[in-house]
T-cell receptor, first 116, second 113 residues
Framework: GAVVSQHPSRVICKSGTSVKIECRSL??????MFWYRQFPKQSLMLMAT?????????EQGVEKDKFLINHASLTLSTLTVTSAHPEDSSFYIC????????????FGEGSRLTVL | AQSVTQPDIHITVSEGASLELRCNYS??????LFWYVQSPGQGLQLLLK??????LVQGIKGFEAEFKRSQSSFNLRKPSVHWSDAAEYFC???????????FGTGTRLTVIP
């Protein structure tokens, strides 16, 4: 099946720094990717829809300036958590919708961010 | 508004026993329904999906799910659970042509020897 890779899988940073998480579709093109946030023992909450070549669409309550999304190519979307604070610590998961065929969604393995 | 309810937060079953995980949805249009599995610290893997047609859907790892429109349910079943099935299971719903998936809160499955 199609593979979506996230990097880094784990990152620890100091409060006030910025962290970039990459989401790559390894063997397919994805015009549309999604970023989710998962709190411990809770479900996934959609943060934003990333569109190649255009601005991301953010869900209500998600700070655009806090969570910068760039979808620079058909295989790469990045999420940058700017000026990170401890409350930004979470598990971030991306998914990519395959452009061809029925447009199935494939999920990355997730990135755990810990802000000290 | 769309919503997905997984009423069981945590289920414990013995290895070899049968399993049923419940999922109820609320959706205005005909839904697309999904079951995903998540192992600790991992991303999500699609088990199966229902778009249309036969209401009994077969998935990977021996799982199946049945779409019951009258009950707004899409319960996941497996006749004989293996220890490796221990994980978090998420039910999700979307609309035809829609980008977004709405997830339930998940059911954590523990398998005892």
């Amino acid at each position: 099946g199609a593979v979506v890779s996230q990097h880094p899988s784990r990152v620890i940073c100091k409060s006030g720094t910025s962290v970039k998480i990459e989401c790559r579709s390894l063997d397919f093109q994805a015009t549309t990717m999604f970023w989710y946030r998962q709190f411990p023992k809770q479900s996934l909450m959609l943060m934003a829809t990333s569109n190649e070549g255009s601005k991301a669409t953010y869900e209500q309550g998600v700070e655009k300036d806090k969570f910068l999304i760039n979808h620079a190519s058909l295989t790469l979307s990045t999420l940058t958590v700017t000026s990170a604070h401890p409350e930004d610590s979470s598990f971030y998961i991306c998914s990519a919708r395959e452009d061809r065929g029925p447009g199935e969604l494939f999920f990355g393995e997730g990135s755990r961010l810990t802000v000290l | 508004a769309q919503s997905v309810t997984q009423p069981d937060i945590h289920i414990t079953v013995s290895e070899g026993a049968s399993l049923e995980l419940r999922c109820n949805y609320s959706y205005g249009a005909t839904p697309y329904l999904f079951w995903y599995v998540q192992s600790p610290g991992q991303g999500l893997q699609l088990l199966l999906k229902y778009f249309s047609g036969d209401t009994l859907v077969q998935g990977i790892k021996g799982f199946e799910a049945e779409f019951k429109r009258s009950q707004s349910s899409f319960n996941l079943r497996k006749p004989s659970v293996h220890w490796s099935d221990a994980a978090e299971y998420f039910c999700a719903v979307s609309a035809a042509g829609a980008n977004n998936l709405f997830f339930g809160t998940g059911t954590r499955l523990t398998v005892i020897p």
